[in-house]
């Protein structure tokens, strides 16, 4: 298996122009990863893709089936395999492993086969927050009826923020570097969840670590806090 996945590598080398120490970098990175997280660890063979949701700078997202449910899958394109991007790979999959709140989009699992790089992910049905409130209030009625939903979402976000900030759950704190509508992601609730928690019917659930960083403690007097 070891030189079934040597092979592959190389032919990844040759169609990215890889150097030599770019390559050797890229195996010894990825026999890291599967050595340090078996358990989210899948083979792309076992996740029936449905159909494709659409296209972000990681790649194409796919809607699939995994384990008796839902899960949206993002695949990193072919012309994005290169060393650095799998760097970035490794490192968002090392960091989604750990998060787990419920206004946090969940992490599964990852494939990391070359040249099958995803990301295994909840689905989340309704869109991104974008989505709900970008063109949608023309006037002022509609603004009103808005603003409970608005306020529901942001609280969830700032749930999800504090929990990455919460140096009990991450030390150094983690910084997203990236909230914004697109990167929010609506899931409807069922109507009895909705009735015991007092709440609307979609959940707000903060996703794409991918520009994450843990906080240095001397980030902010230097100026590189975001």
Known sequence: QHASMKDQLRIERRKNQLTLEQLEMLEGKLSDLKESHELSALH????????????????????ADFQDKKAAVKMMTKDKVDAESIERFEAEVRLMSRLKHPCIV??????WESPDFWLVLEYCDGGSLRE?????????????????????????????MA??????????????RDIKGDNVLMKSIAEDKQAADGRGPWQAKLGDFGEARAMEMDQEAEGEMT
């Open 163 to 176: 929990h990455c900030n919460n140096t009990a759950s991450f030390d150094p704190p983690l910084l997203h």
């Open 132 to 160: 709900h409130v970008c063109g949608g209030a023309d006037d002022d009625d509609k603004e009103r009826a808005l603003r409970p939903f608005k306020l529901s979402a942001a609280l969830d976000v700032a749930r999800a």
């Open 44 to 63: 792309a063979d076992s996740i029936p893709l449905a159909k494709k949701l659409g296209h972000g700078a990681f790649g194409d997202v796919w809607l």
């Open 106 to 111: 969940r992490f599964f699992g990852a494939v």
